[in-house]
């Protein structure tokens, strides 16, 4: 089987269906506005319906006003009991042949390509992304199901075996390199337990599934949190069991827990039980469960994503016009809400005037509002944390350096809408090092390479990076140097966001991740397994 990313939205485009696809989204947006939404949602422990005390209420940030949904408030008991069902429930799904699994992850694929117009329309509701950026993000959903089964089967579930030779010599005691007779050795890569699975806002269809994948398919059981506190995406965690349930994954393999991450969050953390986190967020939420984890003494596998503060240089050499449309869509896309957005650019100083100039020029032509409506490119920030957040920072940016374009709050009376924003600051700034997950992107400028490269890798992160230039020695130069996981050379689509699945890897250095392997790859299933040796003497 070859694998083929989604790709819907292109697919459309090159056979002249773009009307068609905006039909379909649109109609999928009014089914879900007159279907679902408003109504309370359990939580699944087990394969059962679970229902909290306390009862959390969603709206939508595109429109403060939009009830989402009702959710239960769970507890550190009801992760407790999560935990239990999963534990109940892993030899049964890690003793299920590989084939087996790799099969209900293409089922679950299927449904979410059956379905994609209606989840992506929940999606853009609850966090506010266009149509594109949602139609995309479940694309990478259903990329990851089924590249995953691929590997899976391609490697065989991970199975090898070999075999040393007998020997008709025999000596009175074992040593290393002893004549013996002959044994046959597998080597298998065995599941750890349970996995707490810890979903961001941002990408909460395609980075949940990719990470729920992971462990699933690879034979663990998982308890899943979505982000339940002040970026809430709960919605889509739901249909996400939905569409595992119906795929075929048994009771109590995969349960979900909606709840504060102080309660639910930390159970998974903490509880010995739970053999592995699977985690994306912030830097500081992801070590410091690291470090709780090991505080206690617990030998916990972590597989954590921990944002980014991502650059992209422009050389003298540049293609100025290619570079704008990189850094413009790299930097605002979804608001500038992606671990992988650039925050951060460094224009060589011979064209930093006209660079800029031609950005500014590029980024009013963004229109701000409700990302359901096709014309508007930048929609609401996440959380009034957020705005809260983009205010600080310009705050800041007023202070020490000086706003070429944008850093205004755009009050509809709706939703949480600000300009995306291009400030002009000294390298040293805070702005320049602090992940901000707002539209904000910080300009410096250079007069060599050397200086550049010491700039960009001048952070604590190291997750993607952007470079333009069409001479070759400097290309060369930024990819020995350049420290981060993934890296994009004069692409005009975005300067540092868009990986796909089987294409790009996606992985983080330094403070950005742990284990320097990355997602979408052919090393990512790895993570969530042990090798063991069986020796069989015959």
Same mark, same amino acid.
């Given at each position: ?65 939009? !009830? ?76 990851? !199901? ?141 070590? =410091? ?8 003494? %617990? ?48 224009? %060589? ?9 031609? !950005? ?37 940016? %007023?202070?020490? =350096? ?50 550049? !490269? ?11 990076? =952007? ?30 966001? =868009?990986?796909?699945?089987?294409? %790009? ?34």
């Amino acid at each position: 089987m070859i694998f083929a990313n989604e790709s819907t939205f292109k697919k459309f485009v090159e056979q002249n269906r773009e009307e068609e696809f905006d039909k379909l989204f649109d109609n999928a947006v009014a089914n879900v506005k007159s279907g679902i939404l408003g109504a309370t949602f359990p939580m699944y422990i087990a394969g059962k319906e679970v229902h909290a005390v306390d009862l959390i209420e969603e709206y939508s940030p595109i429109d403060k006003n939009l !009830l989402i949904g009702k959710f239960q408030k769970g507890t550190r008991e009801h992760a407790t009991s999560a935990i239990n069902a999963a534990k109940a429930a892993f030899l049964s799904w890690s003793s299920t042949g590989y084939k087996e699994k790799a099969k209900i992850m293409r089922n679950a694929a299927d449904i979410f390509a059956r379905e994609k117009f209606t989840i992506a329309a929940i999606l853009s509701i609850e966090n506010g992304k266009t149509r594109y950026e949602s139609i995309g993000e479940v694309d990478e959903a259903i990329d990851f !199901l089924r590249y995953y089964a691929d590997d899976l089967e391609r490697n065989k579930g991970y199975l090898r075996k070999a075999a040393s030779l007998g020997s008709t010599s025999k000596v009175n005691a074992g040593f290393q390199g002893a004549p013996g007779n002959t044994e046959k050795v597998e080597i298998r890569m065995m599941p750890y337990g349970v996995f707490g699975v810890i979903a961001p806002f941002n990408f909460p269809i395609s980075i949940s599934v990719g990470m729920s994948t992971g462990a699933l398919i690879t034979g663990n059981t998982v308890v899943f949190k979505p982000s339940s506190t002040d970026n809430m995406t709960m919605l889509t965690g739901v249909k996400i069991y939905e569409i595992f349930k119906e795929a075929g994954i048994p009771e109590g393999v995969f349960n979900i827990v909606t709840g504060p991450g102080s309660e639910v969050g930390d159970e998974l953390v903490t509880s010995p039980l739970v053999s592995g986190i699977a985690f994306t967020g912030s830097r500081t939420t992801g070590m =410091g469960m690291v470090a709780k984890s090991l505080v206690q003494n %617990h030998q916990k596998v972590f597989v954590v994503e921990m944002g980014g503060k991502n650059p992209a240089i422009v050389s003298k050499y540049a293609d100025l016009d290619n570079a704008v449309d990189g850094v413009a869509s790299a930097a605002f896309g979804f608001a500038g809400q992606k671990c992988s957005a650039c925050s951060r650019l460094y224009v %060589h100083n011979s064209v930093k005037e006209q660079f800029v100039s031609k !950005l500014v020029d590029k980024v009013r032509g963004f229109n701000i509002g409700n990302p359901l409506e096709k014309r508007n490119y930048v929609g609401p920030l996440i959380s009034a944390k957020a705005l809260e957040k983009f205010k600080w920072a310009m705050e800041e940016a %007023h202070r020490s =350096g000086r706003v070429i374009h944008g850093g205004n709050v755009v009050n509809d009376g709706k939703g949480l809408y600000v300009e995306p924003t291009i400030v002009e600051l000294p390298h040293d700034n805070k702005l320049f090092h602090e992940e901000l997950f707002v539209p904000i992107l910080v300009v410096d400028s250079f007069k060599s390479m050397e200086e550049a !490269l010491e700039k960009a890798n001048d952070v604590d992160y190291g997750l993607t990076a =952007g470079f333009y230039s069409i001479k070759n020695s400097e290309i060369k130069y930024f990819k020995d140097r350049i420290q981060a996981g993934v890296v994009y050379i004069n692409r005009q689509t975005s300067a540092t966001t =868009g990986a796909m699945v089987g294409l %790009h890897t996606f992985v983080g250095w330094k403070g950005s991740g742990l284990t320097g392997k990355g997602t979408g790859s052919r090393f990512y299933l790895q993570q969530f397994m042990r090798e063991q040796s069986i020796a069989n003497v015959k």
